[in-house]
Structure formats: C-alpha cells, structure tokens
C-alpha cells in the first residue's frame, strides 16, 4: 500500500519536472515576414546554382535558393500570394543545405523555406491532414505499428557491454524512427561492441523532427524536440546516432531553443568506433565504397575504421558527397528528378567496381537502393556502416 503512493508520488514528481524542463524551453516561431530582411541580403549572385542539386538537373532559377528567395520576397512585400505554385518549389528541396554552404550572404535557406512551408500549409485542408497524421498520437502508433510488424531482436535499453578493461563510455543513443522500427542495429552494436567498455543509454526520445520541419508543422516540430532536450538533461559522454540526418536535426535545436547541444559531444557511431580504435579482420579480399550523406558534418572516421579493417579496399567514387536524391519526401513528390539523381549516383558507384556501397543514414540507403535498381547493378549491395563492420570475421 506504502510503497504503491510512493510509486504514485513519484511518478507525479518526474511528470512534474518534466514538464518544468520542457516549459522552459522557449520557442520562437517566426513569420515570414521576419525574414524580410533576410531575404533581401541576396545578391543574386547565383553561387547557390553552383551547389544545389536539383538545379543542376532542371536549370530553373525557382528549385534553388535565389529563385525561392525571389518569390518569397515578393510575398513579404504582397506583389505575390503564397500560392500552391510556389509550394510547388519549396517542395523541390533536397534540404541538403549545400546552397547555404555556398551563399556569401550566409543565407539559412531552409529556416526561410521551412518557415514559408509553415505559412503555406496551415491554410491548406492538404496541411491539416499531414498535421494529424504527425501529431504525437498518430506518429507513435505508426511507428508501434511497424515494431509489431518487424521486430525480431531484442532492442536495447540501457545496456553495459563489458570487454576489454579501456575506459568505459557513457553513450546516449539516439535510435531515430527507422532504427526503432528495425532494431538489427541494436544488434549490430552489440556484436561490435562486445570487446569494449561501453555504456549504452536509450531513453524515450520522440522523433528528431526532420519529418515535421521539412512540412512546415513548426508546432509538432516544437513539441518533439523539446522531449529530446528534456531527455538530454543529464550526463554522458557522447550524443551519438547512426543517421545523419537525425544528427543534423538534433544539432539545430539551439537555433529554435536557448539549448545546449555541443557540436563536439554529437557524433555517429563511426566517430566512436574510430574513437575506441576497433580492429575488423574479413577473411574474403572485399572492395568498398562510401557516400557520404548530405547531412554528415564529419566522414573523417570512415578511412579511419577501414585503416582499421585487414581485406577491405577502399575506392573513393566521384562526388562521393553529393546527394543519393532520396531525402524522405522529396522522393514521393519529386519522383523523376530523385531517379535522375540517384541514377547519376549510381553511375559513380559502377565506376568504382564496389562489392558494397557503405553509409550512415537509413534514408541514404533507399536512395542508393533506387539508383543500383534503375542502372541495374546487380553486384554492389547497399549497407550501413555498422551491419557492415558486423560482418567481420573477427573484432578486437
Ligand atoms: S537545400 Fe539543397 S536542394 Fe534545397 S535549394 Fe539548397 S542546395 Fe538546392
Ligand atoms: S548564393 Fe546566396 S546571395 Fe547568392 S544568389 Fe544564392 S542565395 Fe542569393
């Protein structure tokens, strides 16, 4: 009976001061008439047209920063109406952010075309589906829906793999929805882990929030991530992911929320591989290639670990960062320019002769998948970088 209100009180306050934490990260969500200002630092220099890779396909000004910044000036200005034409070219983005990377201006190009996707779909009945079906309550059964469906292993919670006596790592694990729906990873980890002191932390993160930014739903956006902040509220050594994209989106936060996600603490999986200096021996000669995702800040680690691996040659293909064209809705709006650009992808990856294409994103993954199947390349296979260092014949 005691200990059954003690449960009961307890439980009340964690609620309590969760909900402390998450009310005290503010958000400011901006109109697109805030950005005015913004928008009309473009030069029209035409530098983004150099990076964005839509615009190397179509040659039209309105798929690249310059021509959506145009139109959006002209919005703010009330010369143009928001209108589904131009909804249009806000959906024909990679949100690879390579424009801005370029821009002289230093012009965030997806917070502007985030911010007027926001605008446009709150009038829109299309908007208000696409809100419910992401609200939390949809959004988490789909994605317990799909663990239903697919899982076969046993996920990991907090989990301590004890190896060899080097100095243990508290590591927080964001998971991301695919990796929830299809927990192999975990198992990946625990294979290549089982040699090494490492503390593995998982604890119930929401989505990063890619999926609601690039619909413009800033509110459910808002509410996923300041789960995510609240749960970061404690110690450990590294924030670390095995989706480029997720780590992206996590290292945003600051920019919405007076938070603290450090750069240096938010890294991939590979980084801590590299980091604990693990050895891969292949009893096969194997030959491999990597692409880099668009939203990986650092692929330093990957020569590292093949440094690392004994029979594996590494072949760098042309563009190895340049985008595989999938890009979560990108694909199903934009269906013939994400073929065209995971084509050319593929065409870089047949040069190369790989036995495996390798990276460290799931969406990645279905872009490279598409490209081998529409150049029919039957011989290279598509892996993420932890189910291939699993396949080793022998990890120490
Ligand atoms: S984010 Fe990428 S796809 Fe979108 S406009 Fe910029 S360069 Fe082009
Ligand atoms: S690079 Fe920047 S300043 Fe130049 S045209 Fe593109 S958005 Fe404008």
Known sequence: MFSEKFNNFGYLLKFVYKNFVLSCYHFVMKTLKDYEKELSKCSKCGQCQVACPVYKLTKNDCTVSRGKFIMLHGVTQGELKLSKNINKYLDMCLKCGKCSDFCPAGIDALEIITCAKHEYMKTTIWGKFINFVQ??????????????????????????????????????????????????????LKKIFEKSDIEIITPDFDCCGLPFLSEGNLERFEQSAKTNIANLNTSYDYLVTDCASCESTLLSYPKYFDCDIKQEKTLNWGDIIALKDLKFEFEKPIKVTFHKPCHLKNDSFFEKIIQNCTNVEYIKMDDYDQCCGFAGSFALKNRQLSKEISKNKALNIRNTDADYVITSCPACILGLKQGLFLTGNKKTKVLSLLEFLSFADRIY
């Not at 317990?144 to 076969?152: C, M, R, T, V």
């Not at 006596?165 to 964001?174: A, H």
């Open 135 to 188: 609200s939390k309550l949809v959004f988490s059964n789909i994605i317990k829906i799909g663990k239903l469906l697919f899982s076969h292993s046993v996920p990991l919670n907090k989990e301590i793999i004890h190896g060899k006596n080097d100095t243990r790592l508290s590591v927080m694990y964001f998971k991301g929805c695919v990796n929830q729906v299809l927990p192999d990873t975990d198992k990946y």
